[in-house]
C-alpha cells in the first residue's frame, strides 16, 4: 500500500537555525509528492510539490527533494523565522488528481525568537 | 475570493445524534474530498468525489455518508455520532487533470462527541 513517515516532533529551534524534517514513503507506482503547512487555526496549503525524480521543489525559502533512489521528500530550511511556526505536513498521491492524497501524521516546528 | 468554505467550525454533538457538516467551494473544480486528522495520524481520506453524482470511498468510511448534487457542494453526514468521529475535519477541492494538482482546503470544522 501507500504510506508516509515523517520525523516525529515536536521540533523546537532558535529563529535562524538551519531546519530539517525528514520524509520518507512507500508507494505502489510513481507518486507525486507535496509539503503541506497547516498555520494555527487554519486549514492546510501547499507549501511545495516535486512530481518526479530528482526534481526539487520550493517556496518561500523551503526546499525538498523527491529522491526515488531512497524513497525521501525531506523538507529543508537555511533559516527558520518565528513566523514559520506550524504544523508541516508530507503527502503523496497516486492517483490522477490529488483528490486521494495520503498523509504523514505531520510534525509540529516551533520557532523561539 | 472564497475559495473552500467549510461550516460550521466548532459543533458539540451528543452520541446518537445526526448531523451534517457543509463544505462548498467556488472555483468549480470537480474533485472533492473530505478528510479527518486525529493527533499522531495525519489527515485521513474519509470519501471522495470525482465530478456531481459520483463518489467513492476512502480510507477510514465507515460511519460517514456523503452526496454530490451539485459541483460546488459536498455535504458530509453523520448518521449516528459515536466518540470515536471527534476530530478535526477538513474538506478539500481539486482541479482534475494532473497528479500534481494542489489541493485546496477549508479551514476545517471541529467536532466533539460527548
Known amino acids: 500500500g501507500n504510506s508516509v513517515t515523517q520525523m516525529e516532533g515536536p521540533v523546537t529551534l532558535s529563529e535562524e537555525a538551519f531546519l530539517t524534517i525528514n520524509c520518507t514513503y512507500t508507494a505502489t507506482g510513481y507518486p507525486s509528492l507535496f509539503w503541506y503547512v497547516q498555520y494555527p487555526g487554519e486549514g492546510l496549503q501547499l507549501l511545495l510539490k516535486?512530481?518526479?525524480?530528482?526534481d526539487k521543489g520550493s517556496n518561500k525559502g523551503f526546499e525538498a527533494t523527491y529522491r526515488k533512489e531512497t524513497t525521501s521528500f525531506h523538507l529543508e530550511k537555511g533559516s527558520v523565522q518565528v513566523s514559520d511556526s506550524a504544523v508541516y505536513f508530507c503527502a503523496l498521491s497516486v492517483a490522477q488528481g490529488a483528490q486521494k492524497l495520503v498523509f504523514g501524521q505531520g510534525t509540529r516546528l516551533t520557532i523561539n525568537p | 475570493n472564497a475559495g473552500v468554505t467549510q461550516t460550521p467550525k466548532f459543533q458539540v454533538l451528543k452520541t446518537g445524534q445526526s448531523m451534517t457538516l457543509q463544505c462548498a467551494q467556488d472555483m468549480n473544480h470537480e474533485y472533492m474530498s473530505w478528510y479527518r486528522q486525529d493527533p499522531g495520524m495525519g489527515l485521513r481520506l474519509i470519501h471522495y468525489?470525482?465530478?456531481?453524482?459520483?463518489?467513492d470511498q476512502g480510507e477510514v468510511p465507515n460511519g460517514y455518508n456523503v452526496s454530490r448534487s451539485t459541483t460546488e457542494d459536498f455535504p458530509l453526514r453523520l448518521l449516528s455520532a459515536a466518540p470515536s468521529q471527534t476530530s478535526v475535519y477538513f474538506c478539500?477541492?481539486?482541479?482534475?487533470?494532473?497528479?500534481?494538482?494542489?489541493?485546496?482546503f477549508g479551514q476545517g470544522t471541529r467536532l466533539t462527541v460527548v
Open positions: 478539500a477541492s481539486t482541479p482534475p487533470g494532473r497528479r500534481n494538482t494542489e489541493a485546496f
Open positions: 516535486a512530481t518526479k525524480a530528482d
Open positions: 468525489s470525482v465530478g456531481a453524482g459520483i463518489t
